[in-house]
């Protein structure tokens, strides 16, 4: 099974910051990498598939990159709203497994 | 608009079988593979299991494989996940989602699963 790798696991910033979250592949995924935001309570909802596509109606502050086994997720500008769980998960091969997710708060 | 509405959850004893039912609308259903992805209290998400767009082939995470089954009827436009011989590790939220390589771009508001005497 491929094996995701998610840092931080928590993150506090503030509004207008930048940051970045992480995904480590145990394994060559070719970019078939999908992150989700998933607000309290409510369904996750896919932000960037193929590693760096938005998905639509996704904000142009959210912004993927990465190839092989490295991905990073950048937020740009924070806004309150970004308050959320976010995970990583490859597409790549069978089990399609997840990262253990990244809680972002406002400091 | 694409709809996913899951319903079967609820409370049951460790040993029983529950059957989960999500109701797709909105897109061509016999298009598209589908998938149960769950997510125990206060964790991560984990992918139970895929079909195909025709039902011709299905996979399943090992730990709940030969205890679910997932199948479809794309006349009914809906997608099930039988689960027999339940566990109180099997405890989570339940959500159908549209499967593709792309990633799940629809996803169900999920159904709670609880596992408990």
């Known amino acids: 099974d491929i094996q995701m790798t998610q840092s931080p696991a928590s993150l506090s910033a503030s509004l207008g910051e930048t940051v970045t979250i992480e995904c480590l592949a145990s394994e060559d995924i070719y970019s078939n990498l999908a992150w989700y935001q998933q607000k309290p309570g409510k369904s996750p909802q896919l932000l960037i598939y193929y590693a760096n596509s938005l998905n639509d109606g996704v904000p142009s502050r959210f912004s993927g990159s990465g190839s092989g086994t490295q991905y990073s997720l950048k937020i740009n500008s924070l806004q309150s709203e970004d308050v959320s769980i976010y995970f990583c998960?490859?597409?790549?091969?069978?089990?399609?497994?997840f990262g253990g997710g990244t809680k972002l708060e406002l400091k | 608009e694409v709809q996913l509405v899951e319903s079967g959850g609820g409370l049951v004893q460790p040993g029983r079988s529950m059957k989960l039912s999500c109701a797709a609308s909105g897109f061509t259903f016999n298009n598209y593979d589908m998938a149960w992805v769950c997510q125990a209290p206060k964790k991560g998400l984990e992918w139970v299991a895929t079909?195909?767009?025709?039902?011709?082939?299905?996979y399943y995470r090992d730990s709940v494989k030969g205890r679910f089954t997932i199948s479809r009827d794309n006349a009914k436009s809906t997608l099930y996940l039988q689960m027999d011989s339940l566990r109180s590790e099997d405890t989570a939220t339940y959500y159908c989602a549209r499967h593709s390589l792309s990633g799940y771009g629809y996803w169900g508001q999920g159904v709670m699963v609880t596992v408990s005497s």
């Open positions: 998960q490859q597409n790549y091969d069978s089990p399609w497994t």
């Open positions: 079909i195909s767009y025709d039902g011709s082939s299905t």
